[in-house]
């Protein structure tokens, strides 16, 4: 993360001095021209901040926001003031499309931050592609989305347009299955996911890792997201011998597939990827919940040095919600974007060009900067250079983190 002045930045936010400039009549370079003479960029924010998911959802935008109010004190880019413009997706495909083309047909939107979900990312790759606007997703997991349908064998990308900050599903889920093995010790798994694109794929690969180690799945079950009663599958578990629960989805479901899984008499813990990894897990899950599992991408942002101006300028900033389990990877999204552009107009003697679009695209495959995540660059497919991960589990009511590390594959 940038080195500056955290009082000076910290006592603005507080006192609400960050104000962006409105947006005026689009000129020929593809941003608004404010009152100042200046020219106004806005990066899109596309994630559920409505509904089961928009505790992170809110938590996308929110960090996004300030990464363009950061920029915009530091007059990061001379000329440019960056504005936010979020929209919800409600974690559906669907909304996410329609959304992505709102943002293709705003000039001023010059990249993209977000989704949430990785169905939703898949729905909005070609429409930014085709425009020739950047994506840079903070929260994306599947493996096919930088690396195409077949990545398993032959991994092509297919967007040029698309990034993440986030590390892939090809890398958690056999991380989960090492340290369920290796390390807490458990050999029989039931796997369960809700056959959407991000829970599939995450029990596909984490079952995959299992049965190399030498571990048994002793049953596998889909479910459906739109209900919450899961007790035919947690008869099926508890019959099933299994020592472990490992469930391909989000927390909305997650939390109460635990909770009746404990309560028809299995008492062995569940385990998901950083789509259970948020406080309403612990709530929906109740008691019973304690020893349950998350992976989740990268370091604890609160353990991160790299970390520390972003936790107190978020705070300061006075947000209502949690920057969540996305937060610091929504930042560094957007400040890829930041960086970006300042290339772009550094590059043409300080202006935008009028193929503004374009060229921030092409910029982003050489942005690298420290960031609130650790070093922010991405490689041939898109996908970020950062392949951390971290095993979370709940103690005392909260996420407690328990061993970080890379896959080793």
Same mark, same amino acid.
């Given at each position: ?9 910290? !006592? !603005?936010?507080?006192? @609400? ?14 941003? @608004? ?27 996308? %935008? ?39 083309? #709102? ?15 990785? $169905?939703?990312?898949? $729905? ?7 425009? #020739? ?49 290796? %390390? ?11 056959? #959407?694109?991000?829970?599939? =794929? ?16 002793? @049953? ?27 469930? =391909? ?5 997650? =939390?109460?597939?635990? #909770? ?46 790299? !970390? ?95 061993? $970080?590390?890379?896959?080793? @594959?």
């Amino acid at each position: 993360m940038r080195q500056r002045s955290l009082i000076a930045i910290t !006592a !603005a936010l507080a006192a @609400g001095a960050l104000t962006l400039t409105a947006c005026g009549s689009r000129d020929e370079n593809g941003g @608004g021209s404010d009152t100042s003479g200046g020219t106004t960029v806005v990066i899109g924010v596309d994630a559920p901040l409505t509904g089961d998911l928009s505790a992170m959802g809110l938590g996308i %935008k929110n960090s996004a926001d300030l990464a363009a109010k950061t920029a915009n004190e530091e007059k990061y880019v001379e000329g440019i003031s960056f504005e936010i413009e979020a929209l919800d997706d409600q974690g559906q495909p669907s909304a996410g499309q329609q959304n992505a083309t #709102k943002f293709v047909a705003d000039d001023d939107v010059l990249g993209v931050v977000g989704p949430l979900n990785s $169905s939703v990312g898949e $729905s909005m790759q070609k429409v930014f592609d085709d425009a #020739k606007l950047v994506q840079v997703s903070p929260a994306n997991t599947g493996p096919g989305l930088t690396q195409g349908p077949k990545w398993q064998t032959e991994k092509v990308r297919t967007y040029k347009s698309y990034f993440r900050t986030a590390t892939t599903d090809a890398i958690q889920g056999p991380f989960a299955a090492q340290y369920i093995y290796n %390390k807490a010790k458990k050999t029989k798994v039931f796997v369960i996911d809700d056959k #959407k694109t991000y829970g599939a =794929g995450l029990a596909a690969t984490f079952t995959d890792e299992f049965k190399k180690l030498g571990g048994d799945v002793v @049953g596998t079950e889909h479910i459906d997201p739109d209900t919450k009663d899961f007790s035919a599958v947690a008869t099926k578990v508890k019959n099933s011998g299994a020592d472990v629960v490992y469930y =391909g989805g989000e927390y909305p479901q997650a =939390g109460p597939l635990s #909770k009746q899984i404990k309560a028809s008499g299995a008492k062995i813990p569940l385990i998901g990827g950083d789509g259970i990894y948020d406080p309403t897990f612990i709530e929906l899950a109740g008691n019973d919940g304690t020893g349950d599992l998350a992976t989740s991408v990268g370091a604890p942002v609160e353990d991160l040095p790299s !970390a520390k101006d972003f936790v107190a300028d978020y705070k300061a900033a006075g947000y209502k919600e949690e920057y969540s389990a996305y937060g610091g990877y929504s930042y560094d999204s957007a400040w890829a974007i930041i960086e970006a552009v300042k290339k772009v107009v550094e590059d043409n003697d300080g202006k935008l060009p009028d193929d503004a679009r374009e060229q921030v695209t092409a910029a982003m495959q050489n942005v690298s900067f420290d960031g609130v995540t650790g070093k922010v660059s991405f490689d041939e497919f898109g996908d970020t250079t950062n392949k951390q991960l971290t095993v979370y589990s709940v103690k005392n009511g909260e996420w407690a983190p328990v061993e $970080s590390g890379t896959y080793t @594959g």
